[in-house]
């Protein structure tokens, strides 16, 4: 299909973006997890880089989520993409529907309809997403949605900042944790090379007290997510919790002006666990919150075609014994990561219903990940 292409039905409408701001933030006194905050206006400074990289080294080894601050990213840009994204969930049905993700074959590109039952329960998953690959040649041809049509530009322009403004630089600040050469992640997961990167537009559609405990009373589990890194804007409806290291649930705090990040599993195979891939998992909001919908801005960074699923040689971690003789093999074949990750979302989202999966894992060329954590 034509790049750019779109539905025919009304091809002389421009989609009206409405401005979108945040709801208020609730007056519940919720347990928030603390979370380190990586102020990357040092990155720069004489030494910062190296500073930066010891404040991380807690949170991306033991935590694994941290909140970006000093980005430099306008906070008028970002509310500009929940406006998107907020203008597309209003479109009708048949819109959204015109490219929907291939979930046989493990893509992600597209719309994610809220359409699979949760089991037995009767209920429905609520959420809805829209997935667009960054702005490189290889992904020319997919197909745009009107309004990513319309916007293409600002879209793709806001792709590239966010990744060279903050991905490229927690990239390189845990390349230095792992004493390997400051580009070295960075390059593995290059924003001009294939790969399956994608900004994403969320919605958790409102629910009934009654579906949620419903739906949280099948499975309540939490899971780890399948790319490298995964970036979150701040929308101030509350639901996301993660497992802390001592093994409790709390919630995350939205921060002013911040990017909640989480490192997930690609990175975790790459560094034999040491860089923590955290588990996390998103519950009933807060009651004056329940009749809010839940929009959500989120980048998520995927190793690619050109990125082996074998360990990284990080002098840190051979000296740490995390390195076997077989990691350091040249020789021994593995996955892609464009491989592992398409696996393991067609094993998660190719269903019509939502199972239970306490007690299995997935596995891929030697790749495991457990699916379901308490």
């Not at 046989?104 to 089991?119: K, M, P, T, V």
């Not at 593995?188 to 739906?215: F, G, P």
Request: with cysteine; hydrophobic share 35%; glycine share 6%.
């Amino acid at each position: 299909m034509a790049p750019g292409a779109i539905i025919e039905d009304h091809p002389s409408q421009t989609i009206p973006i409405k401005p979108w701001s945040r709801p208020a933030p609730t007056s519940e006194d919720l347990e928030w997890a603390p979370l380190p905050e990586i102020d990357l206006s040092r990155f720069d400074e004489p030494g910062g880089k190296e500073a930066l990289a010891r404040d991380l080294y807690d949170a991306a080894t033991r935590v694994g989520f941290w909140v970006v601050t000093g980005h430099g990213i306008d906070d008028e840009r970002v509310l500009r993409q929940f406006s998107f994204g907020n203008a597309f969930f209003k479109q009708p049905l048949e819109e959204k529907r015109f490219f929907p993700c291939n979930f046989a074959q493990g893509e992600y590109f597209g719309y994610r309809e809220n359409s699979r039952w949760i089991g037995d329960t009767g209920v429905k998953e609520n959420i809805e997403m829209l997935n667009i690959p960054k702005a490189i040649p290889v992904w020319d041809d997919v197909p745009r949605h009107r309004l990513v049509q319309e916007n293409y530009a600002e879209i793709a322009s806001f792709h590239r900042e966010l990744f060279e403004k903050v991905v490229h630089k927690l990239f390189v600040l845990i390349s230095l944790i792992l004493e390997l050469p400051e580009n070295y992640l960075s390059d593995a997961h290059a924003y001009d090379k294939r790969s399956d990167d994608h900004l994403r537009y969320m919605i958790y559609n409102v629910r009934t007290q009654e579906e949620w405990d419903k739906a949280q009373g099948y499975t309540k589990g939490g899971h780890t997510d399948f790319g490298s890194l995964t970036l979150l804007f701040s929308q101030q409806v509350a639901g996301l919790q993660i497992r802390t290291p001592e093994g409790e649930w709390k919630w995350v705090k939205p921060v002013d002006g911040g990017i909640t990040c989480n490192a997930a599993d690609t990175l975790s195979f790459l560094t034999k666990g040491f860089i923590k891939s955290t588990i996390h998992r998103v519950v009933t909001p807060p009651k004056d919150q329940i009749n809010i919908p839940r929009l959500g801005l989120l980048y998520f960074v995927r190793p690619g075609d050109s990125t082996i699923m074998k360990p990284v040689p990080s002098p840190l971690l051979d000296r740490l014994g995390l390195l076997t003789d077989e990691d350091k093999d040249p020789n021994k074949p593995a996955a892609t990561g464009t491989e592992y990750v398409r696996a393991r979302v067609k094993d998660v989202h190719h269903k019509t219903v939502i199972d239970k999966r306490e007690n299995t894992q997935f596995e891929f060329k030697g790749l495991k990940v457990e699916n379901y954590y308490e």
